[in-house]
Every structure is written in C-alpha cells, then in structure tokens.
C-alpha cells in the first residue's frame, strides 16, 4: 500500500523559513514526477513546484525565488524549502507523487504564517 507522509509543517512568522518533507513507502517502481500543492480556505488547491525524474524544476510565479523543491531518490523522499514566508502563503500543503502514471497524494501539512 503506497503511503505518503508529510513531515514540517506548523506556525511562523513572516519572513520566517520552514522547510517541508514527504516520505513515500510502499513504492516499488521508480516514482517520476513529484509536486508540492497548496490548498488556502475557499480556494482550489494549486501547484507550487514541480520536480521531474531528471531534477527539473519548476514553480508557481507566487513562489520563484523563495521556494526550493528537491528530492531524494533512495529514500523516496522529496522536499520543499520555503523563505521569506509571507501570511498569503498560509494553506495546507500536499505532496504528490507519480508513479506508472497514477498519482498519489499525502496527507496534508498545515502552513500558517502570521503577519
């Protein structure tokens, strides 16, 4: 049973740094592109950065700059280093990994951030 587990979430100030983990298990074939996505209250989840299986990059234009996404091959993990937190990045945080073409998704991790 593939399991995703979100890791680093919590409450800090603006300005202030957190950096977000999520631990796949249960995988057996190499995973592909994963993704960090964030959904704020009455909101649509959206995408905030996006690795591919070569190391690609990619993120939301709210996010370039602040944001660093990377991953961990062996261990399946992959990871979202977020600076300069502003209040308007509070939501929750989902990762999302592919794997043969079906997504999975963790959890969630709340982000608050205070003014």
């Known amino acids: 049973q593939v399991q995703l587990v979100e890791s680093g979430g919590g409450l800090v100030q603006a300005g202030g740094s957190l950096r977000l983990s999520c631990a796949a298990s249960?995988?057996?074939?190499?995973?592909?592109?994963m993704g960090w996505y964030r959904q704020a209250p009455g909101k649509q989840r959206e995408l905030v950065a996006h690795?591919?299986?070569?190391?690609?990059?990619s993120y939301a234009d709210s996010v370039k700059g602040r944001f660093t996404i990377s991953r961990d091959n062996a261990n399946k993990t992959v990871y979202l280093q977020m600076n300069s937190l502003k209040p308007e990045d509070t939501a929750v945080y989902y990762c999302?990994?592919?794997?043969?073409?079906?997504?999975?998704w963790g959890q969630g991790t709340q982000v608050t951030v205070s003014s």
């Open positions: 690795i591919s299986s070569g190391g690609t990059t």
């Open positions: 999302k990994v592919q794997v043969r073409y079906i997504d999975y």
């Open positions: 249960g995988i057996v074939f190499s995973i592909n592109a």
